[in-house]
């Protein structure tokens, strides 16, 4: 009767889970820069299912993305989109679930949070021309989301209340404290770290390196360097530009007519040709 209970237990735990994800599809836009000017259409929604796909990770040659989905067997796996021929396939396939797929700097693997069977989340990588997974760090659990500074660093946000940043040595291991009450979102330019706080609910402060820069719309972002360095957001159907410099912004566009409510994640390619966003 004990083993039962546990089980019954286990499955109303592993129920609950799933059922706080959100419904999510995600939207690749074409995106072109000018020099003073960011225009963004043709979205294309490359998911359109019921269920939860999100984190999407453009590869370095711009050619595919990588995003975490649920399906069929309850678990989150990572999946391959190919842009040019609009193909998806499921990339990794394993026992466990994972999420927040993420180009490692040796450019050969790449690194995903891993829930474990024992429900323990540590950093792991799998090679980009497959291959058996490996954990990158034995001793540090509890990762949220993470950041590669450089291939020897990464931050990390713990899945701790409120959430604590992190600056760790992958090869030794150590870790401290960077900043408390943050968001999940970062971004690293010249071994340069962009986070969010949350000092307060609805207050989302950008900080660089450590320096407050200014109050942006959302905890999700995504930063790139166009003539000048901007930032995007999504505030509700809208998606929003910010040009660090100036601390102005503007909307880029506004998908409530496609039935887009709520928009969380964006990603930029490394050419800045090519948006993901994540919508509810």
């Given amino acids: 009767m004990k083993k039962q209970f546990l089980l019954f237990t286990l499955v109303l735990i592993t129920a609950n889970i799933f059922a706080q994800l959100p419904n999510t599809d995600i939207w690749l836009l074409d995106m072109k820069l000018t020099n003073d000017t960011i225009l963004l259409n043709n979205p294309v929604n490359i998911t359109h299912r019921e269920g939860y796909d999100n984190q999407p990770a453009f590869s370095p040659d711009g050619k595919y993305l990588l995003y975490s989905s649920i399906r069929e067997d309850k678990k989150a796996h990572i999946?391959?989109?190919k842009l040019r021929s609009r193909r998806?396939?499921?990339?990794t396939h394993t026992a466990t679930s994972e999420y927040s797929p993420t180009f490692m700097p040796d450019g050969k693997n790449i690194s995903v949070v891993m829930v474990e069977k024992?429900?323990?989340?540590?950093?792991?990588?799998?090679?980009l021309k497959g291959g058996h997974p490996s954990?990158?760090?034995?001793?540090?659990?509890?990762i949220g989301y993470y950041c590669w500074i450089t291939k020897d660093s990464l931050a990390m946000v713990k899945t701790s209340n409120p959430p604590v940043l992190e600056l760790i040595n992958v090869n030794t291991e150590k870790h401290k404290v960077f900043a408390h009450n943050v968001g999940r979102c970062m971004a690293?330019?010249?071994i340069r770290l962009y986070h969010v706080q949350k000092p307060m609910e609805n207050f989302c402060y950008l900080y660089w390196n450590g320096d407050y820069l200014l109050?942006?719309?959302?905890?999700?972002?995504?930063?790139?360097r166009a003539?000048?360095?901007v930032v995007f957001t999504g505030v509700k159907s809208k998606i929003i530009v910010t040009v660090l410099p100036t601390k102005r912004n503007a909307t880029l566009l506004d998908l409530s007519s496609y039935g887009i409510k709520n928009i969380t994640r964006i990603a930029?390619?490394?050419?800045g040709t090519k948006m993901a966003i994540v919508t509810e």
């Fill in 79 to 81: 999946y391959k989109y």
């Fill in 88 to 91: 998806t396939k499921q990339f």
């Fill in 188 to 190: 690293v330019e010249q």
């Fill in 227 to 229: 003539t000048l360095p």
């Fill in 135 to 142: 954990v990158i760090m034995k001793d540090i659990d509890s």
């Fill in 118 to 127: 024992d429900s323990v989340q540590r950093l792991w990588k799998f090679p």
């Fill in 268 to 271: 930029v390619n490394k050419a």
């Fill in 215 to 224: 109050q942006i719309p959302s905890e999700d972002f995504a930063y790139y």
